[in-house]
């Protein structure tokens, strides 16, 4: 009997052994990779995960597992959402609305790449953890002696700025190129535009760029829902050098320090010319090279004449947001800074604008609306002046009024919330100063409404979009455009009440920390294969990750046709994966590639945080 119960216990593990290797044969493998939010999740109804394949999977199962590899959910796909491009001609939802406990987990699904590892937690943690690192990228982009060491190991850079010379505006080569044509010519200064930030992986600093910045740092900062020091020392160190950009004397706003690039007779050289660290510009005395030691500024308009609209009202927002922190705890510091916003906005033309002044050339930041900037500094002004009990006040509440009707007759129906855009910012500004001051007659359903037409932009893009992309993203600043929607959608429901895009809100960040085709989170810091070889001089020089830093990302394959840009001396090359790393992706008439020379799509910028630090404020 014994030899009996040994056979048939053989037989049975036998038996039992065979069966999941059938099993497992039997369940469908397939090719492709899953796309998630590798910020995290805060366990809301509506989160998901993406599945992209080569072939049909609707109803392909699913399971999230645990840091063990336990289940924790398991789901199936949902119907297809659509062709990204030829390779992944299908793109699927994976629900994780069930997944609420604390955690860290990945998905998987049978014969494809498990998922990058992602966190399930608190909303507020998370975001808050992402908007810190966004913030830490401004202090990394600082300039002058003010500069914090931090992981770049920054030195004091650009300490001649104390003393630079003012020059009339360059004439340029063509309107497509920032090349100039004979000499500069100095009409002024010294004056001291030492400090602020650089504006992008250049050195180049910019009216324009710091306001629309500060502006949003300073809204961060008044919106949050306690005091952040760290992003107080960060819109205070801005504010610092854009005031120094301001001439109260002379009535005389400074728009730009620093030259792009060279003349064509090449006597001498711009920033954009050479690779290098910052700090060798102060020590820089080769020939042609003046203007890299010495950097010329740059004037909005002659001294006492009016300024271009568009900076001046986003300058006086940026000025009157601080005032409107500033009130909590130092109100005569307040109000010097409403004094200075309200010197500035006095001096903007507002009749017979023609061209609008942002940088030189103005081919680098092309904005054609400015209403909405007016629109802006005067809700900011109101706002300030409310809290200081200032009578100017109403006033300026009338004159916000004034430029969101004209806004909406002249350049409504058409951009979201980004650095060309400020109206969603403006609107929701405007009601709260209405709603503080009710004698002053404001058509708030008008501003709500058109609220809502720019979330309706993002939403009808979202619903043709496998993704569920609301940003276009084979143009430039998708990931800006689609922080900018979030915040618009947050907006939304403090004015209103309504949460109808909440969702929709929520899933724009999903978009730009990886539940996209790339897989790729577009803040530097943030998730597995996040970016890793920006178009940034001082990072990839020292060969260190900038932190908080957020690119433009994807953008249109056409600019990618002629190559990548040009090895600079000094330029590090990226990893082996860098460019062809992502090109399997490219589809919808968009490519994202991850290289130092791709700076149509790997470039941080201070706008591009700024909007994210604003997007993800709570």
């Known amino acids: 009997m014994g030899s009996v119960r040994r056979v048939i216990s053989i037989t049975l593990a036998a038996g039992l052994a065979v069966t999941p290797v059938a099993a497992a044969a039997s369940t469908p493998q397939y090719d492709g990779l899953i796309r998630v939010n590798q910020l995290g999740y805060s366990g809301a109804a509506g989160e998901a995960a993406y599945l992209m394949t080569t072939q049909a999977a609707a109803g392909a199962r699913f ?22 491009n030829k390779t992944y001609q299908h793109v699927y939802k994976l629900d994780l609305s069930g997944l609420r406990r604390p955690g860290t987990y990945r998905v998987k699904v049978s ?39 931090g992981s770049l190991n920054r030195k004091p850079a650009h300490l001649t700025d104390r003393a630079a010379s003012v020059y009339d505006w360059p004439t340029f080569a063509g309107p497509d190129t920032d090349q100039t044509v004979g000499e500069l010519r100095k009409t002024g200064g010294p004056v001291d535009v030492e400090g602020g930030w650089y504006d992008a992986g250049d050195y180049l600093k910019f009216t324009h760029i710091a306001a629309y910045s500060e ?67 102060d020590h820089d005395n080769a020939p042609g090279h003046q203007f890299i030691k010495n950097r010329p500024v740059f004037r909005a308009a002659a001294p006492g004449k009016p300024i271009s ?31 200075t916003a309200a010197a500035i906005y006095a001096q903007a033309q507002t009749t017979n604008v023609k061209q609008l002044v942002t940088s030189l050339p103005f081919a680098f930041y092309p904005e054609s609306n400015w209403r909405d900037d007016l629109e802006l500094g005067a809700a900011e002004l109101a706002l300030a002046a409310q809290k200081l009990r200032d009578p100017r006040a109403r006033g300026w509440l009338k004159a916000s009024e004034y430029w969101a009707g004209e806004y909406r007759k002249h350049e409504a129906g058409g951009d979201t919330l980004n650095l060309y855009d400020v109206s969603a910012l403006a609107h929701a500004d405007l009601i709260r100063a209405a709603r503080a001051d009710r004698r002053v007659p404001v058509n708030v359903k008008a501003l709500e409404s058109d609220l809502r037409a720019q979330l309706e932009i993002g939403v009808k893009r979202a619903a043709a979009d496998p993704f569920g992309a609301g940003a276009q993203y084979d143009n430039f600043d998708a990931v800006p455009h689609a922080f900018g929607l979030a915040a618009t959608a947050r907006l939304y429901r403090t004015v209103t009440g309504d949460h109808r895009y909440d969702a929709f809100g929520a899933g724009q960040l999903n978009w730009n920390f990886g539940a996209n085709p790339w897989g790729v989170s577009f803040m530097v810091g943030i998730g597995e294969p996040a970016e890793r070889c920006p178009h940034h001089q001082i990072a990839n020089i020292v060969g260190r990750p900038l932190i908080g830093g957020v690119v433009n990302g994807p953008n249109s394959a056409d600019l990618f046709e002629e190559g990548l840009g040009d090895n600079l001396d000094n330029m590090k090359p990226c990893p082996a994966n860098g460019v062809d790393g992502f090109e399997q992706f490219t589809g919808r008439g968009s490519r994202y590639v991850d290289d130092v020379r791709s700076w149509q799509a790997s470039e941080p910028a201070d706008d591009f945080a700024a909007i994210a630090v604003y997007a993800l404020t709570r």
């Open 215 to 281: 502006s949003l740092l300073w809204a961060s900062a008044r919106d949050g829902r306690w005091p952040d020091p760290t992003l107080l020392k960060e819109a205070r160190h801005g504010l610092n050098w854009l005031d120094k950009m301001w001439d109260e004397r002379t009535k005389t706003l400074y728009i730009q320090v620093g030259a792009g690039t060279g003349n064509v007779e090449e006597t001498f050289i711009g920033d954009h010319d050479i690779w290098r660290l910052p700090e060798a510009d």
């Open 309 to 339: 609209p568009n900076l001046a009202g986003r300058t006086a927002a940026a000025f009157a947001l601080a005032a409107q922190v500033e009130a909590r705890t130092s109100p005569a510091r307040a109000r010097r800074h409403l004094e």
């Open 111 to 149: 014969g494809v790449p498990t998922s990058p590892a992602f966190e399930v937690g608190p909303d507020r943690r998370l975001l808050n953890g992402a908007k810190d690192k966004a913030v830490t990228f401004f202090t990394e982009q600082r300039d002058g002696a003010n500069v914090v060491r």
């Open 63 to 84: 399971e999230v597992v645990d840091r063990r590899g336990h289940r924790v959910l398991s789901g199936r796909a949902g119907k297809d959402a659509g062709t990204w």
